[in-house]
């Protein structure tokens, strides 16, 4: 038995004694403050107890033995997850698909064993097709998973999955609304094709990224994803029904527990969606208890425990921590506030204004560790969207019942609730584009201590200050105010910067400055969040060239970050338009915003401002794969890497040698075709990988090296062998992956940096 099922029944074992201790005292003391103790003790007795039985399970049977040493086996798969299609920042493979699955029957080393072990599969763009609840057989390598983590194995699938059996009925009926409803709105803007799916059953495959990008800007991620929201509209608007209806008392019941067994069948069965019906029904529970804040604290205290015991892992999940925190503000807050608001507004208002504002108070320490920063617009655009996203919701639904019955009529239900959805869009995309959006917040202990404090200091004053209608309307005056001119960050950006490398993590994202508010960009970084940011705190809103030095996700991934609130003249590419997915996705986002697309011209010189460029490679272009088939690769390297955009640009009296992602075959043509390729500054290559060519290194003779990387990333970069031949050469190196983003100014002619601090 592993050492940590063993902790956990021991713990299990001594509260359970413990408990039974007190209840003995207690009973024979009438002690309150002993019963609480009890109660204490028992559920820390049935927490380790569900600890020890889920451990058991993840360690029971020969799976985590095959992992360990990394054995391959024939499996007998249940798939409990839709598949998900990834892509790797930087890499050349294909994409590909990862879902969830329990073994349920493994055959190796000649025997066959039947269990019931979950494990994440990994496999080619033939697994996109696999259904949830199919019977699958497969056959792959088995790896170790993360210690922690709620898997016993990470399988690498090496064969095409083998149907066993369909899905059950009522997933293959499920599956059959979704499709309805995605159907219904198949004519709409892409955006909102993208939306309403999302409302009502948390189906996220057709979002638009930049969509997505204004939801988090926004605080309205919420409503895209699973959440009790869903559930509580469909309730309030189901329950009132059946009571017209002449439904009463056990009747209104099981009409509600059937609503939550329909919407859980349709956005699938899964943790999250529990979870998000679990807190839906307290929250709905909450605002209609007439009051009884004890009787909501009750419910959603049960159903925390009731959770934990069922998955012991969403105690360390962040999406379960919101909820209960999102929840039990709406449940603490909410109703206090409500009243103190309806003093002196309509009890409508007041309640619309309580809850988002509740939630969001609750929440802001957890999003501001995990974004590293503070939106200062998601109560107003929660109060905004709010009253669409009931009609849009319910729409939607009936959209997705009605197409069993007639596709033309679901088709006008779709059309009906498309117009709400627009409306959830303008704001969302209004409240992103305000320059004061979102506030950057340090991510670190101090700093969201800090905000905690704030956050309760808020929670016990807030309610004198909702009581006093121009107390009120001067603080919103006073919100607006920096929302609208927020204050720039101390110390950065520093004055007169020529050159800044944005903190994108595991990926590259470099601005040129070309004026007050004018800048070239390279790359973008794999996400468009951090990008977005970055240029937001330069005060970039115009981008005359984009320059996209190759098509893999670390340096084209944050497009549309880019695009976002900012005028792009032009995107200049790579001739080697690899990988194709990527590539194609740029071409949709560019067309999408009519912005052409050229490729780079060989030696060609360009000049915008006070910024001058040669383009020094690619001076050839390997072959294009056929259409299908995979990139080309070779021994020594990756083809997309090495038809990487390679600049030399001079500012400022500085030169930058800017590469891309250029491996040492690459370097060494480009140095047999420009001797000269001295620099002031280096755009080190592929984030300082190992694979460097010690000439090319030398003959750059740069006094700063520039080296873009994530933090704790699993490439290993930058790697020690690089930084030790730039040390070597005397060259000061900065990191992003330490320092967070860099400023590079010339003071008195001399090279000086100056950096933001880690953003995550």
Known sequence: MAFSTQLALTTAGLAAAISVVLLGIALRRRSRLLLMLVAITT???????????????????????????????????????????RQSSGSRRPPYVVLNATVEQVTARGSTTR??????????????????????????????????????????ARSTPKVLTEPPWWLLAAEHVRAGLRASVEGEPSDVRGLVPALVMGDESALPPELVHDFEL?????????????????????LPLARLCGVRARGLTVVGLAMVVVFVTLARPQPSVLRAA??????????????????????????????????????????????????????????????????????????????????????????????GQVSLVAVAANLLAGPAVGPATILGFGAAGIALLSSDLARLAGWLASWPARWIILVAETGADLPGAVSPWPATVVGVGLLTLLCLALTFG?????????????????????VLRPTPRLGWPPDNWILVACDVGQGDGLVLRAGPSSAVVVDTGPDPTPMDRCLRELGIHHVPVLVLSHFHADHAGGLAGVLHNRQVDAIEVTPYYSPPAEHRRVQALAAAHHIP????????????????????????????PTSGAPSPTSDEGSPENNASITLLAETSGVRILLTGDLEPEAQRALLATHPDLRADILKVPHHGSARQDPTFLAATQPRLALISAGPDNDYGHPAPRTLDLLTRQGTTITRTDTTGAIAVTTPNNRLTTTTKGRTP
Request: net charge positive.
């Open 43 to 85: 559920m820390v007795t049935g927490m380790a107890a569900a600890s020890a039985f889920q451990l058991q399970q993840l360690t029971a049977g020969p799976i985590p033995a095959l992992a360990a040493a990394n054995s391959t086996a024939k499996l007998q798969l249940k798939i409990t997850s839709d598949p998900a299609v």
């Open 115 to 156: 269990l019931r072990t979950p494990v994440l599969v990994i496999g080619s763009a033939r697994w996109q097709h696999v259904r949830l609840g199919q019977r699958i057989e497969t056959t792959g390598r088995l790896s170790p998973a993360d210690r922690g983590s709620d898997i016993a194995a990470m399988l690498s």
């Open 218 to 238: 926004t605080g309205l991620t919420h409503l895209s994803a699973v959440s009790g929201t869903n559930l509580t509209l469909l309730l309030a608007f189901v």
């Open 278 to 371: 679990a807190m839906g029904l307290v929250a709905l529970a909450a605002m209609t208890a007439g009051g009884s804040r004890r009787r909501a604290v009750r419910s959603l205290s049960v159903a925390v425990i009731v959770l934990l015991l069922l998955d012991t892992s969403l105690a360390r999940s962040a999406g379960f921590a919101l909820s209960v925190l999102a929840t039990a503000g709406i449940v603490l807050l909410g109703p206090g506030w409500r009243d103190v608001l309806a003093t002196w507004m309509p009890i409508r208002l007041a309640e619309a204004i309580a809850c988002p504002l509740a939630a969001q108070l609750a929440c802001t320490p957890i999003v501001a560790w995990l974004s």
């Open 462 to 482: 807030l309610h004198r200050l909702l009581a006093r209608p121009l107390a009120m309307l001067l603080a919103v005056a006073v919100l607006v105010f920096v």
């Open 597 to 624: 697309i050229r490729p780079v011209t060989y030696r060609e010189r360009r000049t915008l401002g006070p910024i001058t460029w040669t383009t020094l490679w690619p001076a050839r272009v390997p072959a294009l």
